[in-house]
């Protein structure tokens, strides 16, 4: 395998270990609430608990999902390598720096679980990041002539906003359910990831999404 396909593959590698480590997390957590809860609850060290061989035997969910965000991060860098030298502009380019900070932000959010400091703002940088790199990729993608897919990639950006406002104008009270929002971006952000390197990796495009 060349360094250009093992780039491409992290795309969906990455992608992979996040939403098996997360959704394991969840099925393991007996308390974990979807309506109630965020999803880096599942990796909150609860007050007055260390980080001991007998704590982590009994909730299994910290190590799954602070190890599982650490190591997506550090898995899906190549591939935001891969998107620098596949840039056909300077959107792209910018494109491929915004994805690597989203990608570190994410990382940071596992080593930086609740309620350790930054965890908050390493959280809303990765989300930010997230839509901000939708849009500039679809953007350059569109002036580079690949309108189809630029537009989806900036409709996805959208969508991924649309969600977490939608959320907040349903907020009533306390803020509950973060988890619902946080899921949708991750699948977002995750699913281009994935759809993308197919396409790298010279797998037949899915019908509609990839293309011109």
């Known amino acids: ?39 880096s609850n599942l990796g909150e060290l609860p007050a007055g608990e260390s980080i001991t061989l007998s704590f982590l035997a009994e909730s299994p969910e910290f190590a799954l999902f602070n190890g599982g965000l650490i ?3 550090i898995v899906g860098l190549p ?3 891969r998107l620098w030298t596949d840039a056909e502009n300077w959107l792209h380019r910018l494109g491929a720096v915004q994805f690597a900070g989203a990608l570190i932000a994410l990382a940071l ?45 900036i409709w996805l950006g959208i969508v991924h906003l649309v ?21 949708v971006g991750a699948a977002i952000f995750g699913g281009w990831a994935a759809v993308a390197a197919r396409e790298k990796l010279g797998w037949p495009p899915l019908r509609g999404v990839a293309g011109r």
């Open 1 to 39: 395998m060349d360094r250009d396909t093992g780039a491409a593959t992290t795309g969906l590698i990455a992608p992979a270990i996040a939403a098996v480590t997360i959704l394991a997390a969840t099925l393991v957590d007996p308390g974990f609430v979807w309506a109630d809860d965020a999803l």
């Open 71 to 73: 190591l997506t991060g």
């Open 79 to 81: 591939f935001a390598w």
């Open 109 to 153: 959010v596992g080593v930086y679980y609740i309620p350790r400091e930054p965890h908050g703002a390493v959280a809303i940088a990765h989300y930010l990041l997230g839509i901000v790199f939708l849009w500039t990729h679809g953007t350059g993608s569109v002036l580079a002539g690949r309108v189809r897919w630029g537009l989806v990639t």
């Open 163 to 183: 969600a977490w406002l939608v959320w907040a104008a349903l907020l009533t009270g306390p803020i509950p359910g973060l988890a619902i929002p946080e899921t």
